[in-house]
Each structure stands twice: as structure tokens, then as C-alpha cells.
């Protein structure tokens, strides 16, 4: 069983910086993949960024490259995602989510999925 929960978010101006949390309790191996995806209200959910765990490879959206920097610390099973230069068009509901199946063959479907924390950037 792997509990996924995420913490930080809140209410920026655009231009601000906040940071994310999401740690991963129970099996998640090295080599797996933990990741943030949001979701605007009306909008499909998007894939923000990603990381293979205990690895160094990262995965960026377009809309976020430059941006948004995510970092693991694989001692805690845990990844940040630092947001800088929000815009309002960052708005939305950020979900961290893990798996044991490598970032490469992930799309969406990952396994675990944390509840969510709310992002507000106003303008």
C-alpha cells in the first residue's frame, strides 16, 4: 500500500514562487515515478513535470520549462516542485502521483494519487 501526500500550495500574485511537497509512503521503488499533474476547473488534467525515483531524470511540460524546478529527496521518498514566475494560467489543483512502473511507459495512469492541494495565482 503507498500513501501519497502533498503539501504547500496556497494564493500568489503573478510573478510570486511557491513551493510543493509530496511524499510517498510504502513501496515505491528506486526506479519508479513520481510526479505532479494539475487540474483548472473545465480543463483536463495536464501533466506538469516528473521524476524517475532515486534517478536524475526529470520531465517538464512546455507550459512550465524554465519555470518550474522539481527536485527529489530520495532518502524521504519525497519530491518538491519549487513554481517560480506563476502566472494566473497556473491556477489549479495539483495532484502528486507515484508508481512502480518507469516515468517512460507512464502517461497519465499512474497508481497512486495524492488528494490534492489548491494553487492560486492571481493577477
Known amino acids: 500500500q503507498v500513501r501519497v501526500v502533498e503539501t504547500g500550495g496556497g494564493s500568489v500574485e503573478a510573478g510570486g514562487s511557491l513551493r510543493l511537497s509530496c511524499t510517498a509512503s510504502?513501496?515505491?521503488?528506486?526506479?519508479?515515478?513520481m510526479g505532479w499533474f494539475r487540474q483548472a476547473p473545465g480543463k483536463e488534467r495536464e501533466r506538469v513535470a516528473r521524476?524517475?525515483?532515486?534517478?536524475?531524470?526529470?520531465y517538464y511540460a512546455d507550459s512550465v520549462k524554465g519555470r518550474f524546478i522539481l527536485s527529489q529527496d530520495n532518502a524521504k521518498k519525497t519530491i518538491y516542485l519549487q513554481m517560480n514566475s506563476l502566472e494566473p494560467d497556473d491556477t489549479a489543483m495539483y495532484y502528486c502521483?507515484?508508481?512502480?512502473?518507469?516515468?517512460?511507459?507512464?502517461?497519465?495512469?499512474?497508481?497512486?494519487w495524492g488528494q490534492g492541494t489548491q494553487v492560486t495565482v492571481s493577477s
Open positions: 502521483a507515484a508508481d512502480n512502473i518507469p516515468c517512460s511507459r507512464l502517461s497519465s495512469d499512474f497508481t497512486y
Open positions: 510504502g513501496y515505491i521503488y528506486k526506479g519508479g515515478c
Open positions: 521524476v524517475v525515483v532515486g534517478g536524475t531524470t526529470t
